[in-house]
């Protein structure tokens, strides 16, 4: 065993926060409930979201393990009521389940010597899972007004009772939150056992959120986990599994729980994030994104007073599919700090001809894809946008590009950067402008500097008549495409794509 295994086995006694973090717990009540298995008297912490005692709603019901005032409840609750408050997380119920026999309750059997080690008793999941669904979750029910939505939260050892639960009785909750669970116990059983309990899953919308640190006995059980649901995750379950390698076992829940909570449970209406700091800018897309560098010219269009700072993840002929549950693009969305987030499709994947409504399984991967980024990315703080394509064969083909769009940005709840219209009706007013790219397939300059001034007006909310500039090459080859390029906006040389009178014309195009 390496030392950070034991470091992390030396970690799972560990469950304590400070006086300073128990002094903000917020308002909540505390009850005790007696148990027949095992004969015991539970403590439990109940956190009510804001307006609870002033309205009639029904409300989801977070469940904690290691939810005591001296374990996790308190933080987590912080952090569920700034985040409510502020408009990012649906209001809830967090319901905290201090701790009796904690390696005994969060454990399955183990036939590891160590594994037994560690506690004078271990392998009573089963019977702590029984006391929440039999007991808990009906006495919740009477006590406070609940929709029948439930899930559980929890970190090492209860991240490993939450995996479980997800697979072994999938009924229970249908958000699971699972922070470096200790996926190694019993050998990693649980992970060798996950597909056969994978293809068993009930179909339906349910949730799941993985997160590792830096651990050498977890992360790779994670990452196995991972590779099985990518192969056989259910139809219905929205999973994401973001890496956090920069982080330790003692510092993963409070460095993910924010993002996680604004995951798993967005509000009915995305909050607005605010830019009182500057803007912090993230293109998602491929060769149409990185092709003459459209971050760059995106990013001239700011005014001295404006501080911006923009990055990019753009590969070659990448969908938005391709991105979905890729951990260079989840570490940053969950990391990166980003007020506004570009998404850009591959030219034509979201194209909806006439008729293209009776055909819409076509477009499911497509779709849901758009839909988790957009989740993704507004977890982190982002406000988020749908950067159109184009497509040149005819208006009618044109048309369709825009409504398909359309259509995908209004599922994910984000506002569409139309271009496609506009570019054709622009090419028969300017016909000798470089539309497209020497090779016939991408932007030519004049197309990236239409780019950049139409996404300037959406995001920024003005229009810029500044003639969008590239600071250092014209890329045509994607830059570090397997992770985040950030563009240097002091590079040389620097490249106008446009005039400032043709900046203008397309900046006033309706």
């Known amino acids: 065993m390496g030392a950070r295994a034991r470091a992390t086995i030396l970690a799972l006694a560990l469950c304590v926060v400070s006086p300073t973090t128990r002094a903000q717990t917020p308002p909540h009540d505390t009850f005790t409930l007696a148990t027949t298995a095992p004969a015991e008297t539970r403590h439990l912490n109940v956190y009510k979201p804001p307006g609870y005692d002033t309205s009639t709603d029904r409300y989801p019901v977070l469940y904690m393990p290691d939810g005591g005032l001296q374990e996790d409840f308190p933080h987590v609750a912080k952090t569920l009521d ?4 502020a408009g990012e997380i649906e209001p809830l119920v967090l319901v905290g389940i201090e701790n009796t026999e904690r390696r005994r309750d969060m454990t399955g059997p183990t036939t590891v010597a160590s594994d037994k080690a560690i506690a004078p008793r271990v392998g009573g999941s089963a019977v702590f899972r029984a006391f929440i669904s039999k007991q808990l979750v009906p006495e919740i029910a009477a006590r406070y007004r609940v929709d029948g939505r439930r899930g559980i939260i929890g970190e090492s050892l209860a991240g490993l009772f939450s995996v479980e639960s997800f697979l072994r009785e999938p009924a229970l909750f ?9 996926l190694w116990w019993n050998d990693g ?9 994978l293809k068993n899953q009930p179909q339906g919308e349910r949730h799941l959120f993985l997160t590792s640190a830096d651990e050498d006995n977890i992360a790779p059980n994670v990452a196995k986990l991972v590779d099985l649901l990518k192969a056989d995750a259910p139809n219905g379950l929205d999973w994401i599994d973001v890496p956090r390698p920069e982080q330790h076992h003692d510092t993963i829940y409070l460095a993910s729980e924010k993002f996680a909570l604004r995951r798993a449970y967005p509000p009915k209406k995305p909050a607005l994030a605010g830019a009182a700091g500057g803007h912090r800018v993230l293109f998602i897309g491929n060769s149409l994104t990185y092709v003459n560098n459209l971050p760059s010219a995106f990013a001239s269009l700011a005014p001295a007073s404006v501080h911006i700072s923009v990055d990019m993840i753009a590969r070659a002929g990448a969908s938005l599919e391709d991105y979905e549950h890729d951990p260079v693009v ?24 006439p008729g293209c409504e009776k055909h819409m399984a076509a477009f499911e991967r497509t779709d849901q894809a758009t839909v988790a980024l957009a989740r993704d990315a507004r977890a982190g703080g982002a406000r988020v946008y749908y950067l159109g394509t184009w497509q040149r064969a005819s208006r009618e083909i044109s048309e369709g590009e825009v409504r398909g769009e359309r259509r995908i940005a209004t599922l994910a709840d984000i506002p569409l950067i139309e271009l496609s219209e506009t570019r054709r009706r622009l090419m028969e007013n300017y016909p000798d402008a470089v539309w497209t790219h ?31 500039c590239v600071a250092g090459a014209l890329w045509y080859h994607a830059p570090q495409p397997d992770d985040v390029m950030h563009i240097d906006m002091a ?19 309706p």
């Open 174 to 182: 249908d958000t699971v939150i699972a922070i470096s669970p200790s």
């Open 438 to 468: 020497a090779d016939g397939e991408h932007p030519g300059q004049t197309m990236t500097a239409l780019m950049a001034l139409r996404t300037w007006r959406v995001v920024m909310g003005e229009v810029s008549v500044r003639p969008p």
């Open 491 to 509: 590079a040389t040389p620097s490249t106008c794509l446009v005039d400032a009178s043709m900046a203008a014309k397309l900046a006033a195009a």
């Open 189 to 197: 059983s649980l992970v060798r056992e996950a597909s056969a309990f």
């Open 330 to 353: 989840m570490h940053a969305l969950a990391t990166g700090g980003y007020t506004d987030v570009i998404l850009q499709e591959r030219g034509g994947n979201a194209t909806c001809t």
């Open 82 to 85: 700034e985040g409510i408050r």
